[in-house]
């Protein structure tokens, strides 16, 4: 598995460079600018939700649906394959707890893919607090667990060089 590790890290690497310019050039200029929802690390609430809604396009919409939901149904997969690999290089109960760490944080941003897709199928007037608060708490989950994994993993490392 170590020797996965460096694979591992440049396709993650490159599909999340294609993942961050896919959603901008296909799906965030067709919302006016605004950030996809999978990309607030700090959250939104049901207000900012609704503005994304209504500015996105048809075209937006289909695309964040589709390509887009492919793109990122591989990501989290991808993302804890390395970050597991990245324990295989580091001892004890650190690495034990990031692999743990980035498993559930892969399953949160499938759960969370799923909460964005209902949002964007439900549309600006369809949405609610309740779903817009689900959704939004799987993005801000994701991105504190796959965070922590990231900081086990350079405990490790440096502990293990120590």
Known sequence: ??????????????????????????????????????????????????????ELSPLGKVRYLGPMRVLDSVFPALLALTLIAAAFRVTGRLALAAGATALVAAGLDYAENAAVAGLLRRGADGIDAEAVAIACGLTMAKFALYGAAFVLLAVGHFRGRA
Not at 25 to 34: D, K, N, P, V
């Open 1 to 54: 598995m170590v020797r996965l590790f460096p694979p591992l890290a440049a396709l993650t690497a490159a599909w999340f460079v294609g993942m961050a310019v896919w959603s901008y050039f296909a799906i965030s200029r067709e919302a006016g600018g605004l950030t996809i929802f999978d990309a607030r690390l700090l959250g939104y609430g049901l207000e900012d939700a609704r503005l994304f809604l209504r």
